[in-house]
C-alpha cells in the first residue's frame, strides 16, 4: 500500500490513519512517505490522549519508519540518529523506561549513543577550543557529537553509577563547549 490511489483509500491526512493502517502502509513506504509516517506516529505518540501502550506503538512504528529511511538510502546518518535518540529518550523519561526493549532501555540507549559517537569527550574537547579555524568537516563533526549527546542530561539519571555513567556525563561538559 503505497501508491496514491491506496493513499487516498485511507484519507489524505495520515494523522488520521488507525495504527494498523500506518503499519501496513509503511511496509512499502520510501523516501518522503518514510518520513510522513515518523512524523505522525511520532505525533500520536506524544499524545497524551492516547493510553500508554499504544503511545509506545506509535513510537515504535515512528522508529521503525525513521530506520527504515537509512535502509532506504533516503535518510542521512545524522538526522535519523539524532531522531532515535531523542525519540527513545522520550519513551524512557515520560512513559517509563523497559529493559525488556532495547527501544526503550536506558542502557541500550546509553551503550547505542557511545557507539554512534566517533571522537572522544577529550578530543572533542580539544577542537571545540578553535572551532572557527577549523574545516569545515570538523565543524560539522563537533555539531554531529553535539546533537548526537542531546540526551545525555536526563539520560544519566536513568543509568548506574559506572563506566558509561562517567562517560557519558564527560560528554554532556564537553557539549557546553561544542558549536
Not at 513506504?29 to 506509535?58: C, F, I, M, N
Not at 566517533?118 to 560539522?140: C, K, M, S
Request: proline letters at 5%; a negative charge.
Amino acid at each position: 500500500m503505497s501508491g496514491d490511489a491506496d493513499r487516498e483509500d485511507l484519507g489524505r491526512d495520515p494523522a488520521t490513519w488507525t495504527l494498523d493502517q500506518m503499519q501496513r502502509f509503511v511496509q512499502n513506504a520510501r523516501g518522503r512517505q518514510l518520513e510522513t509516517v515518523r512524523v505522525a506516529a511520532q505525533g500520536r505518540a506524544y499524545d497524551s490522549a492516547h493510553p500508554q501502550e499504544a503511545r509506545r506503538q506509535w513510537a515504535k512504528l515512528s522508529l521503525f519508519a525513521n530506520r527504515l529511511m537509512l535502509a532506504d538510502g533516503e535518510g542521512h546518518l545524522m538526522p535519523v540518529t539524532q531522531q532515535d535518540f531523542m525519540l527513545r529518550m522520550w519513551v524512557i523519561d515520560r512513559l517509563g523506561p523497559d529493559d525488556t526493549d532495547p527501544d526503550w532501555s536506558p542502557d541500550a540507549l546509553a551503550t547505542d549513543t557511545l557507539d554512534a559517537l566517533t571522537i572522544t569527550p577529550a578530543q572533542a574537547a580539544v577542537l571545540a577550543d578553535g572551532w572557527r579555524d577549523l574545516a569545515i568537516e570538523q565543524i560539522h563533526q563537533l555539531r554531529w557529537h553535539k546533537n548526537l549527546t542531546a540526551h545525555l542530561e536526563i539520560l544519566l539519571g536513568y543509568l548506574k553509577p559506572g563506566r558509561t555513567h562517567d562517560q557519558l556525563a564527560a560528554w554532556t561538559h564537553t557539549r557546553r563547549l561544542l558549536p
